[in-house]
C-alpha cells in the first residue's frame, strides 16, 4: 500500500508538471501575441469575448489533465524549473509565431478584413492551444503515451466547440467551414513541426537528467 501511494504521488507530480509546462506556454503565446500585435501593428487581434471564450474552454479541458495517463519515475523526484520554463518557453514562443502565421495569410494572402481576420485568430488560439497541450502533456512524441479518456474527450469536445463558434459566428465575424478547415490544416500540420520542436528543446535542456524532474536526492 505503501508503495502503491509512492507511485500516486509520483504520477501526480508529474501531472502537475504538465500542467505547469502548458499553462507557461500558453500564458506567453497569448500574452506576446497580443502584445506585439498592438504595439507592432496597432491591430487588436481579439475582442474581449474572445478572450472569455479562450479562457473558458481552453481551461475547462486542462482540467482533466488531473486524471491524464502518465509515467511515474522510479526514483524520487523534485522541480527542475529550467526545464519547466525551458521548455514552456520554446512552446510559448513557437505559438506566438504560429499565431502571427495565420494572422499574415489572412490578411496579405487573402485580404480579409479585420473582423474575419479576428475569427481567424480567435480559431487559431482556439485549436492550436488544445494541440499545444498535447504536446506539453508527455516527454516524448505526442502519440508516445495515449491520453486518458477524459483528457481526449475534454480536449476534443474544446476544438469542436470553438470551431462551431467561429464557423457560425456567435459573438464574432461567421468564418464559415472552409476558412476554419484552413485554420485547422495549418494548426494540425503546425503541431506535428511543433512536436518536434519539443523533442529538440529536451535535448537541450534535459542534459545530465533522466526525465522532466530531477532526482530529488542520490542512493
Not at 7 to 26: D, G, V
Not at 69 to 85: A, Y
Amino acid at each position: 500500500m505503501i508503495i502503491d501511494a509512492i507511485r500516486e504521488s509520483r504520477k501526480t507530480f508529474q501531472r502537475m508538471t504538465n500542467y505547469s509546462i502548458y499553462r507557461i506556454a500558453e500564458t506567453i503565446a497569448l500574452l506576446g501575441f497580443l502584445t506585439l500585435a498592438i504595439v507592432v501593428f496597432d491591430f487588436y487581434p481579439v475582442t474581449a469575448i474572445m478572450i472569455v471564450l479562450l479562457a473558458i474552454l481552453n481551461d475547462g479541458a486542462i482540467l482533466s489533465i488531473a486524471y491524464d495517463n502518465v509515467r511515474h519515475s522510479d526514483k524520487p523526484e523534485s522541480w527542475n524549473m529550467r526545464l519547466v520554463l525551458g521548455i514552456a518557453t520554446i512552446l510559448g514562443i513557437y505559438a506566438v509565431v504560429r499565431s502571427f502565421g495565420i494572422f499574415y495569410i489572412g490578411d496579405r494572402v487573402f485580404g480579409h478584413d479585420n473582423d474575419t481576420l479576428r475569427t481567424l485568430v480567435y480559431l487559431n488560439l482556439a485549436v492550436g492551444g488544445i494541440f499545444t497541450l498535447l504536446s506539453a502533456r508527455v516527454r516524448g512524441p505526442f502519440w508516445s503515451m495515449a491520453p486518458a479518456p477524459i483528457l481526449l474527450v475534454a480536449t476534443i469536445g474544446a476544438m469542436l466547440v470553438a470551431t462551431f463558434i467561429a464557423v457560425y459566428g456567435l459573438s464574432m465575424e461567421a468564418l464559415g467551414w472552409k476558412w476554419a478547415g484552413l485554420v485547422w490544416g495549418y494548426c494540425l500540420g503546425l503541431f506535428l513541426l511543433q512536436d518536434q520542436v519539443k523533442l529538440m528543446a529536451y535535448r537541450v535542456f534535459d542534459r545530465g537528467h533522466s526525465g522532466i524532474l530531477t532526482r530529488a536526492g542520490r542512493a
